[in-house]
């Protein structure tokens, strides 16, 4: 098999690359955004044929470190680079593990090319969900969902392949400020400390905003072509039980495992089977010690993200790309300590209010949306600072 893998120095890229090496998986295309050294180091030992980084000053760097090391790898430094090696004929699926919206046209170049899609880029079905689906029919297309809770679902409708869906259950760890009742005061150094996973920084403070659960919410929404009124969040501190989905006939199936990336991401590489074996660093899944496992309603009146992605559904039209975007810049400017922890949803909800009630019917349009939500953000954000410092 061969693979791409974009957004390869993040977290979710590191891990694929994990198990590309743990399984022997060809990496023909690298591609990352600025960080050079890492990619580097990925360049020199998986000697893709083709590579390219986001930052034009970064490519130049990656470019002059494989001519002095002799390396067989070509970086394109094209404005389009990143689309363009989406579409690379040579490759059996495209990973795309690119943070944030800058993913969406990774995702739509691979599917329009008839590529699996193994998608960890949230931003592209949340913003672009109906441009997704339609570019997801080209022949030879597919979306394999490696978010964990989204490749639970996936995983429990293999055994029930063609019975019909009657609620999808989203499991949520809480985050780090689970059954507090005051967020005032929070710092990202807080923030970023979460109980059972390792993520990138951005997941990890969707994750303790809960806003990670609204966008899974309307990324199931597509995945699996259900409606927003059959799609519950429930809490469950341990991270065991990864989703779970209830059928027509009353059944209940979940996925369990240990909270580690790399299973989602390898049954997405290995699909339609499974791996032979176990993830790479993982021992044996023994029930006996796991204890006790528990479940929780969200606190949706401490945690108001956590509604956002139902809300987003039953408005319609630009909606998810405007939360999905509010969000993000939200998200950077609280790390960059200019506001509040307890302002992210606010402005999520409040760009989402302002955003067209038409659906998107281009990428360009999607893009205008992005662009008018990550602006009404930043300039939010900048009034309220000016107005506290």
Known sequence: MKISVFGSTGSIGMQTLDVARHLGIEVPVLASGRNVARMAGQV???KPRLAAMQDEEASF????????EGLPTQVLDTKNAMSE??????VDKVLNAVVGFAGLNVSI???????ALALANKESLVAAGPLMMEAARTPGASILPVDSEHSAIWQCMWSSRGAEV??????ASGGPFRGRKDLSGIRP???????????????TIDSATLINKSLEVIEARWLFDVGEDRIKVVVHPQSIVHSAVMFSDGSVIAQMGSPDMRLPIMAALCYPERSSVHAPGLGVFNLANLGLLTFEEPDERTFPGVTLGHRALRQGGMAPAAMSAANEEAVSQFLAGIIPFTMIAGLCEEAMEASSRSGPSSVGEVLEADRKARSYVESRCRAWHSCHS
């Open 109 to 115: 170049s691979a599917l329009k090319a008839g590529k």
């Open 166 to 171: 009657e609620e999808i259950m989203l499991t």
């Open 61 to 68: 760097r990656l470019r002059a470190i494989v001519r002095s």
């Open 44 to 46: 020199a030992e998986f």
């Open 85 to 90: 090696l989406a579409s690379y004929a040579e």
């Open 189 to 203: 150094e807080h923030a970023l400390k979460h109980p059972t996973w390792n993520m990138g920084r951005k997941i």
